[in-house]
């Protein structure tokens, strides 16, 4: 079983896309599931579920437009005030998604890796998230990086704790502490900060999500909820990205 054809700059062209003007990490606030089960007479539970298949459509179109890597927010360190039985159905949907993916992930050559808390998932989950990191482990294609039990605040104290812990056992200066040192301490270590940032079903806020990483993406919101996020939204999303005068404080050319 091969992985999917990538497309070819001429197919990109026909999307009205450019090679050069993708970015490399897309990171996606998966966001609306409740209210497009909702918006269908259907419980909220039944979002999630539907969510799953954008979550596998999306992997597959930005690994065939050669993105370098999806961080996908799945659950936030928010996200433990839902009621129970939600959280339950979420966490059984993460653990069946890692089982069932493995299959595609191989077969699309991706990197997959998990970013968060482990604390407060179940043993269940976090067996089945590392056999599918060990599995993959050698692969090389883009990298598809989960964020559960995530929250941007709670990985910067997780930071400076190892960087005091550092200070404190005499291995590092504080007066040497740089942007580096607290990159290279974040659960992203490693990995390049999202060029873009998606969020579906409308909301014009971050919550929580990449805090340090995301200083300087881009940002594109769409009124879709996520279960009818499709390629059509996402290469409208890169259009976007592809036209944007990015600055970083300084002029344009
Ligand atoms: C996003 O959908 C999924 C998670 C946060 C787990 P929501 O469940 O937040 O859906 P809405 O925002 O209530 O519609
Ligand atoms: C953000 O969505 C978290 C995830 C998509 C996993 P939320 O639905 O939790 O965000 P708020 O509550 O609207 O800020
Ligand atoms: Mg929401």
Redesign the pocket.
Known sequence: MSSPPKFTDAELADLGLERGKLPRHIAII???????AQAQGLP?VE??RR?VKTVRLTVEECARLGIGQLTLY???SE?WKRPKPELDF?MSLLEQYVIEERTEIMRQDLQFCMIGRREGLSDGVLSEVQKTLDCSANNRGMRLCLAVNYGGRSELVDAVQTLAREAVAGTLDPADISEKHIADRLYTAGMEDPDLLIRT?GEMRISNFLLWQISYAELWVTQK??PEFRQPELHEALKSFGGRDRRFGGLNA
């Open positions: 998966m966001d609306g599931n409740g209210r497009w909220r979002g999630h969510g799945c659950l936030s996200n979420l079903a909820f996520w």
